[in-house]
Structure formats: C-alpha cells, structure tokens
C-alpha cells in the first residue's frame, strides 16, 4: 500500500541505549525527510536530504544523528535519549523541489513509535 | 505566530451531512497547498492538493483564497470512513529565495462522522 517503509515500527529504549530507525522509499523519489510527532503538537521537521545531501536541520539536538547513504535510504541513529523525545518518528519522501515540475508532494512511512524509559 | 492555524474540532456529524474546514496561513510568500488526512496512530496521507482556481474530487471540495491567506475543505455526504484529523499543509519559501520543499502542518482538526 505505501511506497515508504519504516522499521521498526514499535521501539521501547533505555536512556543510554544507541538505536537506529529506518527507512527505505520505492517511489523514486529523490529528497527524504524525517519528522518528529508528539501528542498534541504538529508535526516538526528534523531533517531534509535532496539528493543525498543534508539541505536542512531544524536546530535538532545532536542525539538525533541522521544518515542518508542513497537516495532511497535514510537512517536516524539515536544515543543517549531523554524521555521527553518518545514520540511517533516518520519518514518521508518527495521529486527534489528543485527538479520537479509537478510539484512535490511528500508521502509517508507508517512511523516509529519509539518510548524512552 | 503559527504558521498554520486550523480549528482543532473536534467536529462530529451525522452520516451524510456536509462538513467544511478552515485553514489560515501567516506567510504570504506561500506557494503550495495540500490537505493531508491522518487516522489515530497513523500515518499522514495525501489527500488533496490545492490549486489557485479551486478544485474538486468526489466529495471533497478545496478552495484557496490567496488574498486572504485561507484555504478550505469542504466533505460532502460524509461517510463513517471520513472520520479521522485533517491537516492543512503549506509550503513556504525559505529566506534563501530558493522554493524548499519545506512543509508546515498545521495542528489538524479533528471529524467523527457518526452513524
């Protein structure tokens, strides 16, 4: 049903604990995006990659550190987490808004819910 | 400021009834508009963009009112398979005068469509 995968869908981890999300687009798209959703709140944009390159960071804390290796491919390595970034962690995937003339809408991955103990 | 501002709902309306949706947006450099859908602990998915003239499909109706920075949803016959958070989603330009594929999502509002 959805071009973009994401795995694991449920993460429970400790504080000192490193982990890894990801996630893989099949659409042939060529800008990814990861977003944070807590409750109650919009969305917020962490991270934008176009063509593999980091075009973008919201001022995210360095505990959050993302990884784009291909274009369908995005990673966000996570250390030492506080409990107060448990939330829903999606990916996203979009044409590069710089070569798109069709415009750029992004489609989803079904998330991360990840819980810090 | 927000940069997106929706009524939070929650709405709940009958089967069949015709509900709309609000939406305003701060910078009026802004350049695309969408509608995104999300069910409870889900993923956000595209249901429509919104283009300058209005546009339409099936039951769903987006109208965008430039000059006063306003888009809007309109549902009509609602089913139960509607209820969910819509999220108003607006594009705008960086300060860099380079269109980014930056989103802004507004908080959504909140449909329950009841039998």
């Known amino acids: 049903e959805t071009g973009v995968t994401q795995t694991p869908r449920h993460l429970v981890m400790g504080m000192t604990n490193k982990k890894s999300l990801k996630c893989e687009q099949h659409?042939?798209?060529?800008?990814m995006y990861w977003y944070k959703q807590s409750a109650k709140k919009p969305l917020e944009l962490m991270f934008v990659y176009s063509l593999e390159e980091r075009v973008e960071n919201n001022s995210v804390p360095s505990r959050f550190s993302p990884e784009c290796p291909n274009s369908s491919h995005l990673f966000l390595h996570l250390h030492t987490l506080q409990p107060e970034d448990s939330a829903l962690y999606l990916c996203?995937?979009?044409?590069?808004?710089?070569?798109?003339?069709?415009?750029?809408?992004?489609?989803f991955g079904p998330g991360t819910r990840l819980t810090v103990t | 400021r927000k940069e997106v501002e929706q009524d939070p709902g929650p709405f709940n309306v009958p089967e069949g009834a015709t509900v709309a949706f609000n939406c305003t947006y701060s910078?009026?450099?802004?350049?695309?508009f969408f509608w995104y859908r999300q069910d409870c602990r889900k993923e956000p998915k595209l249901l429509m963009s919104v283009y300058s003239s209005g546009n339409e499909d099936g039951r769903f109706t987006a109208q965008l009112n430039r000059a006063s920075q306003y888009i809007s949803l309109l549902i009509r016959d609602s089913k139960l398979s509607d209820s969910a958070t819509y999220l108003c989603?607006?594009?705008?330009?960086?300060?860099?005068?380079?269109?980014?594929?930056?989103?802004?999502f507004g908080r959504g509002t909140q449909l329950t469509v009841w039998p």
């Open positions: 910078n009026s450099a802004s350049q695309s």
């Open positions: 989603v607006v594009n705008l330009e960086t300060d860099r005068g380079s269109t980014l594929g930056r989103l802004y």
């Open positions: 996203a995937s979009s044409q590069d808004w710089r070569t798109s003339n069709s415009g750029f809408e992004q489609y």
């Open positions: 659409l042939g798209h060529n800008a």
